[in-house]
């Protein structure tokens, strides 16, 4: 899972709930001092939330860009319905829709890491007028890796038989050396507690699912969005999806490929300015103003 560096927002940002035609969400909003140049919407992975975008959401700001990361439908704060049939991907990219719908301002920028690239994919699909580019962060053409695949059903299994605090324990008993990690601060470790256990169990159950049968839809992407700025986005090393595959998508969707530098899964939190200057970058070729400067490695 994603370990933030900081739990603190910046003084451009906050946290409220943005309420759309599908209910209301947790997110965190960074705005610019001047007139934003565009506007993103940030989707985490599996397990995550908003709080892994915390450390781009300053250097985006300040490139002029209003940022807006989610908790989506039964992640950490936004809550949700104990029936798994509210989780299937076409109803999480319906709310993406919702979201992207509620902040106005014309097209966004969509952005979404690891799971979440899967569920952008879905809502690009159904109205990709809707976005001014899309970017895949760490986040594959298919099915995550086999051994990853493995973890998740170990996962899933877990949360059919036990509640989260026990599926929690777990977790640690089974990863002692991550669990055991000194750098992270006790801070963040209460945190990824806390936001593991609010977790509604049939999301995490039926999108686990989604990661682990999730079928090749790049080409489909790639023929609905001929004039779509895309962009794919990862670390250097992946173990969900190996960073060939993501090598390969990039290619297939004629997007502009980022890798950085020293990172794994998640260069939001790993390094997020080299992370931010990279979207930024991106996004200021794709917004009628002039760019920010080269892509970051």
Sequence with gaps: MSKPPSLTLPDCARAYRLRTG???????EARPDT?????????????????????????LAAAGFRTIAVDGRGQHESGGPRDELA?????????????????????????????????TRAATLRAPARFASLTLMSSGPAAISESQQARTKLLIDALTVLD????????????REDAADATTPPAVREFLHRRFVS?????????????????????????????LPKHVLSGAVDYAW???????????????????????????????????????DFWSQHDGHPGTGRTQN
């Design 22 to 28: 599908r209910g209301d969400f947790a997110v965190h």
């Design 35 to 59: 007139e934003p140049r565009g506007t993103a919407l940030l989707v985490p992975g599996f397990t995550g939330s908003k709080e892994d975008f915390i450390g781009l959401l300053e250097p």
């Design 87 to 119: 989780y299937d991907q076409a109803e999480l990219a319906e709310d993406v829709l919702a979201q992207t719908a509620a902040l106005g301002n014309g097209p966004v920028h969509l952005l979404g890491h690891s799971l979440g690239g899967l569920i």
């Design 164 to 175: 989260m605090e026990g599926v929690w324990r777990a977790i640690q008993e089974h990863d």
């Design 199 to 227: 977790n509604v169990p049939e999301q995490l159950i039926v999108t686990g699912r989604q990661l682990i049968d999730e079928p090749d839809r790049v080409d489909q992407l790639a023929a609905a969005t001929p004039a």
């Design 242 to 280: 190996p960073v060939p595959l993501m090598d390969d998508m990039a290619v297939r969707l004629d997007a502009q490929r980022t890798v950085i530098d020293g990172t794994e899964h998640s260069p939001n939190a790993e390094r997020p300015a080299a992370t931010a200057a990279a979207l930024a």
